[in-house]
């Protein structure tokens, strides 16, 4: 069965300082995976999502980027984190076109906080 | 522009008291609607996914159903366990790689 792992849980980080979250996605090839940024009480924002290694697609200018490096792997980093950058940050993976009905599948999320 | 739109933002019902939320969304062209239960700080949990109007689908004291505009969820004599936040996303055809997520909507069932 298909498993995905976000890491790390929580972290608080001060302003201006680098960040790096990771994603891997595990039973399954060829996902599509997206990063949402959810913030306190609100809904779920895509921020990127990619369809294959090394594609990225962006849904919101900010200073966030993201990279696929290997086929199950996602990364979510930034050089110089902001104080709006705090939130939950929500890596996901689904299957286009299979029996699943292209459901999109969330990990456990990570909460960064920025001070 | 593809939207979706939930209301209310939050509900609270007595325990045994049935009510159904509401998703509206305007896409071009739906490929699938998905509803999710997310618990405080935690990743959303998937429920159903919806294809075509007039589709419904059930789990538990839940069920699903969906028309050209909007989606219904209702839940039917809840239990405290069943609060939590519940998330309706669209999938359009014109870009069946984005899936566009509502705000939801927060149920509190009071024991």
């Known amino acids: 069965s298909q498993t995905i792992h976000q890491w790390p849980a929580t972290l608080v980080q001060p302003v201006g300082s680098p960040l790096s979250l990771e994603c891997t996605v595990e039973?399954?090839?060829?996902?599509?995976l997206y990063w949402y940024r959810q913030a306190a009480g609100r809904g779920l924002q895509l921020l990127f999502y990619?369809?294959?290694?090394?594609?990225i697609s962006s849904e919101v200018p900010q200073n966030l980027s993201a990279s696929r490096p290997q086929d199950r792997q996602f990364i979510l980093s930034s050089k110089k984190l902001l104080l709006s950058d705090s939130g939950f940050y929500l890596c996901?993976?689904?299957?286009?076109?299979?029996?699943?009905?292209?459901?999109?599948?969330f990990g456990e999320g990570s909460w960064l906080t920025v001070v | 522009e593809d939207q979706v739109t939930q209301s209310p933002e939050a509900l609270r019902l007595q325990e045994g008291e049935s009510s159904s939320l509401n998703c509206s969304y305007t896409?071009?062209?739906?490929?699938?609607l998905f509803w999710y239960r997310q618990d405080p700080g935690k990743g959303p949990e998937f429920l159903f996914t919806?294809?075509?109007a007039g589709e419904e689908k059930e789990k538990e004291r839940l069920k699903a159903t969906l028309t050209k505009k909007e989606s219904f969820l209702h839940i039917t004599a809840p239990k405290p366990e069943d609060s939590a936040t519940y998330l309706c996303?669209?999938?359009?055809?014109?870009?069946?790689?984005?899936?566009?997520f509502g705000s939801g909507t927060r149920l509190s069932i009071r024991p």
């Open positions: 996901a993976w689904c299957i286009l076109g299979t029996a699943s009905g292209n459901t999109i599948y």
């Open positions: 896409v071009s062209g739906l490929r699938g």
């Open positions: 919806l294809y075509s």
């Open positions: 990619s369809v294959g290694i090394g594609q």
């Open positions: 039973g399954t090839s060829n996902p599509n």
């Open positions: 996303a669209v999938q359009p055809y014109s870009s069946a790689s984005k899936i566009i």
